[in-house]
Structures are given as structure tokens and as C-alpha cells.
């Protein structure tokens, strides 16, 4: 860290440069793509106008801004790492240097638990769970008769959290009219495939909370992965997309609050709040692994996907509308 913070509660330099990502107003447009994964992430700026982005931010803390225009429309893509605090820190530190409403789309990777949803398929998820791992499950205070009778299980799932509509809709047609059908050669003679309305799982661990065994850790989570597909209908695990959607629906709640003059909401209102700070989230699921049969991509095939994809996004982001829209300057 270089420069001096001022504030110890949402802490900035004197520029309004935020902690963690680095940017400051002027630099993030109101349309944001989100990947785990910095290759990915210049994969998507490719596609930007120009074949590059015009303006570049790595932070220390490894958040890395790339902000151009895609058919004249600006884009920012943030690389943010993995797991549900990224997002925080993302979503929190990103909200503060944009004005009016934003729209943000997690291009990502993620494991499947469908059958019918093989590699090479590109999904949009409509609803997502939380899956963490019960911690107290696990504490020597827990008896084995709480474990036993299922008072307590080793892994908690949320209540399901939708994205907006329009924006599944919207990532979904742009897929759907961009299949790279010359990729069939890599994925076994079968081009690859968009799928909408899938139900999404994220979880707080690659391993334990996506239902893969281990012999060096009690993870209790032999079975997770048929309770996940029986009880919740889940199909993709990754470990983002709850979280995006969860904080985009505490900020459009904290807005309607500030527009309600009594100050209490409840989600319903929130949820269809028209307010100009409002966030809406979608997001787009490459699947990379396979855990019926236990196949993992190959670096061409995400190569191929990534592309595909990526393009998709950007042509869903920039035909999006967002109302009041505040201009955009780098810098
Ligand atoms: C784990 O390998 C990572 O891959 C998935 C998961 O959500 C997790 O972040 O997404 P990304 O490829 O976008 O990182
Ligand atoms: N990302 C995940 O989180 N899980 C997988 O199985 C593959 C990619």
C-alpha cells in the first residue's frame, strides 16, 4: 500500500481509490463483467473495442480492472480471485466509485453434479443456493447424538436467491446465437451447448462443500452431492454467484430503504425498486468438471469456451438498457 487511507470504516485514499480493487471513480463502468481468473479476464477484453482495454488496474491485493467500450458501450471486466469474500470486497469497493445502476455478470467456471449437463456445456443459472460447511458440526462440544439424529448436519444450504430475469434471458439469447459449432471437433463430435434456467450451488469450499473426499480431512460429505441433486435440484457447484446475488439484493434493500419513508422494506419491495444505485446480477457457468465421471476440460476446450462465452457476455452487457445511465470517462 502506498498511499495513506483516510477513512477506517470504508477506507480510501485522498483520490477515492478504494482498499483492495485500487479504482476510483471514472475508472469502473455501471457494466461489469466478473471472472475468477486473470487470463480470462484479458480473454474478455480481446473483445473490447480496439482489441484491448484503455484503461488497466492490478491492485496489490491481485484485483485486476480492465475498463474499455464494446460496440461503444463501456465494459470493465474485474478478475477477483475465488470464494464468497472476493465478491464482497468486489461488489462493496466497486459500488463506491460508480454511479447510478449497475449491472454485473460473473463469467466463471464451475463443476457439474447433472448428468444430463456435460462438459462443454455453457449454462445461465437463474436461481443459486449457499452451501457452507456446518463449522460446530465438526466441534468437539457437538455429541454424537446431535450428529446422529440430524439435529445438526455437516453442511447448511441457503434458501434459493434468483438473479434478474432479463439479464438470464438476455445472456442466454446471446449464447444461444453465438454456438461455435466449428468447436465440435474438440468436445467428442458435439458442439458445445447453452443451457438456461439452471439451478446453481455455491459453496465456500472447492473441496469439502462440493462434495469431493479427501482422506487428510473429516468432511463428512460422502453423500452431499445426492443430497444437493435430491433435495434442492441443484445441477452446477461453484463458488461466487449466491454471494453476487445476495449483496445485490442488500444493496437494492439498503435503496429502497433510503426511498421508503417509513425507512422498513421488505424484500418484495426491494426487489422491484426502480432506484438509480440499483444492482442487477446474472451470470454465465462454463463447466469444466464432470463429477459423474470425473472429467476435467482441456486447456484448448476453455480456450474455446472462454471465447465463446466471453463475447456472449459482451454483447448481453452492451445491449442491456440501464436508465439514467451516468457517462463513463477513463482515467
Ligand atoms: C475454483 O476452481 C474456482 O473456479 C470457479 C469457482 O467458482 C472458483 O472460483 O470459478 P472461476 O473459474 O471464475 O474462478
Ligand atoms: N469450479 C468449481 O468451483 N468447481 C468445479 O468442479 C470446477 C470449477
Known sequence: MKEVLLDANFPRDATGATYHVGTRPGQVANRIITVGDQLRARRIAAHFDGGAASFEFQS????????????????????VGMG???????LRECRAVVEGEMIIVRLGS???????????????????????????????????????????????????????????????????????????????????????????????????????????????????????????????LEMETFVLNHLALSANLASANRASESGAVVADEALTTNDSRRIRTGAVQMIFANRHTSAFITPEEVHLLEDWAGKAVCESLASLEIPLEHTHKDG
Open 84 to 90: 464468497f469474500s472476493v465478491i464482497d470486497f468486489f
Open 110 to 236: 464451475c463443476g457439474s453434479i447433472d448428468p444430463s449437463i456435460p462438459i462443454g456445456s455453457v449454462v445461465v443459472p437463474l436461481t443459486s443456493y449457499g452451501i457452507t460447511r456446518e463449522y460446530d458440526y465438526f466441534h468437539p462440544l457437538t455429541t454424537a447424538e446431535e450428529r446422529a439424529t440430524g439435529a445438526m448436519e455437516p453442511y447448511k444450504v441457503t434458501k434459493p436467491l434468483d438473479c434478474d430475469r432479463e439479464i438470464h434471458d438476455s445472456l442466454l439469447r446471446a449464447l444461444e446465437e453465438s454456438t461455435p459449432e466449428a468447436a465440435k471437433a474438440h468436445f467428442g463430435g458435439v458442439a458445445p451447448r447453452s443451457v438456461g434456467e439452471v439451478v446453481n450451488g455455491s459453496t465456500d469450499s472447492f473441496y469439502s462443500s462440493q462434495g469431493r473426499t479427501s482422506i487428510d480431512f473429516l468432511d463428512a460429505n460422502a453423500n452431499l452431492i445426492d443430497v444437493l441433486r435430491q433435495r434442492h435440484s441443484i445441477s452446477t
Open 60 to 79: 496489490q491485493r491481485s484485483f485486476l480492472t480492465l475498463t474499455g467500450t464494446f460496440k461503444g458501450v463501456p465494459l470493465t471486466v474485474v478478475s
